[in-house]
T-cell receptor, first 116, second 113 residues
Framework: GAVVSQHPSRVICKSGTSVKIECRSLDFQATTMFWYRQFPKQSLMLMATSNEGSKATYEQGVEKDKFLINHASLTLSTLTVTSAHPEDSSFYIC????????????FGSGTRLTVV | AQTVTQSQPEMSVQEAETVTLSCTYDTSESNYYLFWYKQPPSRQMILVIRQEAYKQQNATENRFSVNFQKAAKSFSLKISDSQLGDTAMYFCAFGNNFNKFYFGSGTKLNVKP
């Protein structure tokens, strides 16, 4: 149980285009989702926290207009990388808190974004 | 601000041996949680073990156990009877009451046959 499905797993896009990444909670309601970015051989860096029905909270240094986060339902959160550039190439991972588990979190399988 | 430090970028251990991964953290909060996550080559984050800061007893999960020293702000992971499938990146993480996670830089563990 407590699975977060993340799609796509890999995406290649042209510079200047936008890419949407989806995370769906399959068997629980995710009121809060977290979006992370991971550079090669580095740790996960929290980008933003999204709460269902409200605006996302971004970490310092993360461009709100470039990384649009939508959490319109209790089972779906999306991250849209707008006007992507090669420096946006990275591994993006979502995570959701599982209400039934005491301080339990589950992670999506990640999306490798390559901007060419 | 919370910081999590893993001072061992890479470690190796022979199969069936025991290995300890180090983690220290810094926080001014009194109530928090500590985690060890495993990230195999698939990049999927897998929870290994979790410790509530208010609990003095060290958490254990089968072959995995922690040595939690709250005063020293230390949270090491011991893997007993290492298996080839334990080969992965291991991240120590700190979670606060605002549900924010702060990850260490990771330790790459290689289990050798």
């Amino acid at each position: 149980g407590a699975v977060v499905s993340q799609h796509p797993s890999r995406v290649i896009c042209k510079s200047g285009t936008s890419v949407k990444i989806e995370c769906r909670s399959l068997d629980f309601q995710a009121t809060t989702m977290f979006w992370y970015r991971q550079f090669p051989k580095q740790s996960l860096m929290l980008m933003a926290t999204s709460n269902e029905g409200s605006k996302a909270t971004y970490e310092q240094g993360v461009e709100k207009d470039k990384f649009l986060i939508n959490h319109a339902s209790l089972t779906l959160s999306t991250l849209t990388v707008t006007s992507a550039h090669p420096e946006d190439s990275s591994f993006y991972i979502c995570s959701a808190r599982v209400p039934e588990l005491n301080y339990g979190y589950t992670f999506g399988s990640g999306t490798r974004l390559t901007v060419v | 601000a919370q910081t999590v430090t893993q001072s061992q970028p890479e470690m190796s251990v022979q199969e069936a041996e025991t290995v300890t991964l180090s983690c220290t953290y810094d926080t001014s909060e009194s109530n928090y949680y500590l985690f060890w996550y495993k990230q195999p080559p698939s990049r999927q984050m897998i929870l290994v073990i979790r410790q509530e800061a208010y609990k003095q007893q060290n958490a254990t999960e089968n072959r995995f156990s922690v040595n939690f020293q709250k005063a020293a702000k230390s949270f090491s992971l011991k893997i007993s009877d290492s298996q080839l499938g334990d080969t992965a990146m291991y991240f120590c993480a700190f979670g606060n009451n605002f549900n924010k996670f702060y990850f260490g830089s990771g330790t790459k563990l290689n289990v050798k046959p």
